[in-house]
């Protein structure tokens, strides 16, 4: 049997995932600054979850801002590509993907599981992850928690500001003004919805589309965006595994593409080992 | 790492001589009252070069300097203290870094502020400014320059052309707008004769003009050698063998400099030696003034196999042939009609094409002819006037012609406050990978 791992390094999560013709293992753990001592740890925890050793892997495949980072991989694949295959291989119908990441988000179209045409955004923390943790942790409330508690707004209440530092001044100024903290997430949500929607749009959106992404687990911003996009948005079982899932497949093609031709591709050469680079 | 970056291939050993050229250009600003000669700001794309040439003027080129700054990433100093001024950083920063090195010199009697790029930029005795199209700190940044230098005379003219209307034929128009340049190039002789004190030499400018009618006609013979395949040149030399063209338009030197280059590209045809080994894609580059503390971005397109054979950026001439200018001995009016047939030249196109504008046109016309695979624009936030249309451009391209891969990079052309390497290379990788998936598709 052939293994495949993907390694996607996020800039908070770091997530792994190791297929043969199913899913042998998944799991998530934060990044940190020490990219390539925590890859090797999700990594052997995952081959453990597997009952594998790293000499089982076949090939591997590193993903995300930090991919090139991971020494023992044999080849790196951007984030944009590893998603849509992922989520290609878990919702086939879906179309247009939404990834709302710690740093960034973006609107990537996709067709039979290869890229079409992306945007993203990279250079401001409104509408990403980071822009809905300083808000929650400004407000005391558990990132976990915000979605839910959204949902028992009993309105909007709009955010003007469209520069996280100034948005969080604004929250801080109508909580003292004696709005609910459920009004102002929902608030927050159609906030970070808007941006999101008018960065995706750019690229002629077709249904189906779904939602990934650290972003994808919060089910009041998900609710936002369904209101933006005037659609009901998918949702894969775990958001933010479709790109290691994805870095994964790519890797299983790859080795697949050469064993047609009799050949097998180059491997790094890398053991399992922390690597030097923080030492 | 199984994979491993690979060098630039190949790049134009006639590049190698454009820093002699720019250096030139900014030594010539610091020996010209030595030499009895006056020194002009000037501004590119003015329609004013053959003017300068044949009075024996000293053009100090303000975006020249600024970009030597910038590729130097010494910029920072003169950007900090135009907005210690109120130049909000907003602005084109080619002006901001311009006028804050200027308003530094002016502080030190005129000196030359320590550490100036290049041995800084001379003193002008007289400002050119145009008020025209292209760029709208073009009205400002004349006077904003003078205000620290109250000494200089400043003319500004205002060359415009038939805006662009589908629903009507501009060439019902081109007359009036011919005459009214002319008029506005005849005031600037005027105004240079005025702070030179000499006469124009008429022979002489007919002269320089003929010379830079052959010059356009020899740039783009040469670059349209980047046709074949493997492309022999990329932008990324092509942002650097713009300078004779740009900034030297008018004298022997730029002709020549158009003539070894064209050796070189039909040598590297004949040795069959590209850019990229091996060129999988061809792309060209669709619109933007580049970051030019970053020019290291094209090698890393090459490095991954991507070419760029043409640009839209800094080719701005067009063999004079295809521009069908009609016969005048006045050599202002033939400047004026090169400039109004130049800047409309993709509007009969355009309008033959609904829904397309003339700057999609030529986007679409050099696709076809360079055989481009995708698009990469670069929208520069300080260079409003260019870079605000770029996502419309890149809009109706998909719309109006066909749905290729397009890049959209972010940065600036100076502040390099707005660059981020690992996010620009990440963006990069992934147009890539569009690229392959959209070659795949078309078979």
Redesign the interface.
């Given at each position: 049997m052939d293994y495949f791992a993907g390694v996607d390094i996020g800039s908070t999560m770091t997530k792994v995932v190791i297929v043969s013709d199913r899913i042998e293992a998944s799991l998530i753990g934060p990044t940190g600054p020490e990219h390539r001592k925590l890859a090797n740890r999700v990594m052997e925890e995952a081959l453990r979850q597997a009952r594998l050793t790293f000499e089982d892997l076949t090939y591997i495949v590193a993903t995300g801002y930090g991919r090139i980072n991971v020494p023992f991989a044999d080849r790196q694949i951007t984030e944009i590509t590893c998603h849509a295959k992922g989520l290609h291989s878990l919702l086939p119908s879906v179309k247009t993907v939404v990834d709302i990441g710690g740093q960034d988000s973006k609107g990537i179209k996709i067709e039979n599981g290869k890229v079409m045409n992306f945007v993203m955004n990279d250079k401001c923390a409104a509408g990403t992850g980071r822009f809905l943790e300083i808000i929650a942790d400004s407000l005391g409330v558990p990132l976990e928690k915000i979605g839910e508690l959204s949902l028992t707004a009993q309105k909007i209440a709009p955010v003007s500001s469209t520069c996280t530092v100034f948005a969080e001044q604004e929250i801080i100024s109508r909580l003292a003004g004696g709005e609910p903290i459920a009004n102002l997430m929902a608030g927050i949500h159609d906030a970070v919805a808007t941006r999101v929607y008018s960065l995706v749009k750019k690229l002629n959106v077709e249904p189906d589309i779904a939602v990934t992404g650290g972003g994808a687990k919060n089910i009041g911003l998900v609710r936002a965006l369904e209101s933006k996009f005037g659609q009901k948005l998918l949702v894969p079982p775990e958001p933010l595994i479709t790109g290691a899932l994805g870095a994964a497949l790519m890797g299983k093609d790859i080795f697949e593409k050469y064993a047609a031709e009799g050949q097998k591709p180059t491997r790094s050469g890398h053991k399992l080992e922390e690597a030097t680079f923080f030492k | 790492?199984?994979?491993e970056k690979k060098g630039r291939a190949v790049a134009t050993t006639t590049a190698a001589k454009i820093p002699k050229f720019v250096r030139g250009n900014l030594s010539a600003t610091l020996k010209a009252k030595e030499e009895g000669k006056k020194v002009a700001a000037a501004f590119i794309a003015d329609g004013q070069d053959e003017i300068m040439r044949a009075m024996d003027i000293v053009p100090a080129w303000g975006e020249s300097f600024s970009g030597v700054c910038a590729a130097k990433r010494d910029a920072e100093k003169y950007l900090q203290k135009a907005e210690s001024d109120n130049f909000s950083r907003s602005l084109c920063t080619y002006a901001t870094c311009n006028i804050g090195f200027d308003m530094i010199r002016e502080e030190q009697g005129g000196a030359m502020p320590e550490g100036a790029p290049w041995g800084g930029m001379g003193r002008p005795d007289m400002i050119l400014g145009n008020g025209q199209l292209l760029c709208d700190p073009r009205f400002k940044w004349p006077q904003a320059t003078q205000h620290y230098q109250r000494d200089v005379p400043v003319f500004v003219t205002n060359m415009y052309y038939p805006p662009w209307d589908p629903n009507v034929d501009h060439h019902d128009q081109e007359a009036i707008y011919v005459k009214y340049a002319t008029e506005e190039l005849r005031e600037t002789v005027k105004f240079c004769e005025k702070v030179t004190g000499k006469k124009m030499d008429w022979d002489r400018l007919a002269a320089t003009v003929e010379l830079s009618d052959k010059t356009w006609d020899l740039f783009i013979d040469t670059y349209e050698l980047r046709k074949h395949i493997p492309t022999p040149m990329d932008t990324g030399d092509a942002m650097n063998t713009m300078v004779p063209l740009t900034f030297n338009l008018g004298t022997q030197e730029a002709y020549d400099f158009y003539v070894d280059l064209k050796a070189e590209l039909e040598q590297k045809i004949a040795d069959g030696v590209g850019v990229a080994d091996p060129e999988k894609y061809r792309v060209i580059w669709a619109a933007g003034l580049p970051s030019w503390f970053a020019l290291g971005d094209f090698q890393y397109f090459n490095s991954k196999g991507v070419v760029f054979p043409v640009e839209v950026t800094y080719r701005g001439c067009e063999k004079v042939e295809r521009l069908d200018l009609p016969k005048t001995t006045d050599p202002l009016e033939h400047i004026a009609w090169r400039w109004v047939r130049y800047w409309t030249h993709w509007y009969d196109a355009a309008r033959k094409r609904p829904g397309s504008t003339p700057k999609v046109e030529r986007i679409i016309e050099y696709i076809e002819d360079y055989k481009c695979d995708g698009a990469v624009f670069h929208s520069a936030f300080s260079c409003r006037s260019w870079h605000a249309g770029i996502?419309q451009q890149a809009?109706t391209l998909?719309n109006v012609y066909k749905?290729i891969?397009?890049l959209i990079m972010?940065g600036d052309i100076v502040d390099i406050s707005s660059y981020?390497e690992?996010?620009t290379h990440?963006?990069i990788?992934?147009f890539i990978?569009?690229l392959a998936?959209?070659k795949?598709?078309q078979g």
């Open positions: - | 790492m199984a994979e996502m809009a998909k749905d891969p397009i972010e981020n690992a996010d990440n963006r990788d992934a990978e569009t998936a959209y795949k598709r």
